[in-house]
């Protein structure tokens, strides 16, 4: 069985920097993307990163871009979210899950996106 764990959230003040884990239990395949998204209240959840469990290949999502990165640790079986210059905007609940599809690209409707972990709440104080 395979599920997404987050870690830790948090409050941050505007400007400042957190990060958020994802713990992966179960079999994963290179193949596999992992991803995070984040949801606010009446809002769809929007697509925030995403990597190959395989490979350096990463996306992200266009609030975030140049400001967030994605990374993982195969070994520690770990994804991680680095969220710098962070602003009110960004307060949401954020959850990591897994494509495990195998399409070669990396995807960002949450549709494509199984084994949702716990969200976790990251607040951003202006």
């Known amino acids: 069985r395979f599920s997404c764990r987050r870690l830790e959230g948090g409050l941050v003040q505007a400007g400042g920097s957190l990060r958020l884990s994802c713990a992966i239990s179960g079999r994963i395949l290179n193949s596999y993307g992992v991803g995070w998204f984040r949801r606010t209240p009446g809002q769809e959840r929007e697509f925030v990163a995403a990597i190959k469990w395989g490979s350096d290949t990463t996306m992200f999502g266009d609030s975030v871009k140049g400001r967030f990165t994605i990374s993982r640790d195969n070994g520690k079986r770990m994804v991680y979210l680095q969220m710098n210059s962070l602003k009110f905007e960004d307060t949401a609940v954020y959850y990591c899950?897994?494509?495990?599809?195998?399409?070669?690209?990396?995807?960002?409707?949450?549709?494509?996106?199984?084994?949702w972990g716990k969200g976790t709440l990251v607040t951003v104080s202006s």
């Open positions: 899950a897994a494509d495990r599809s195998g399409w070669y690209r990396l995807r960002s409707r949450h549709n494509d996106y199984e084994n």
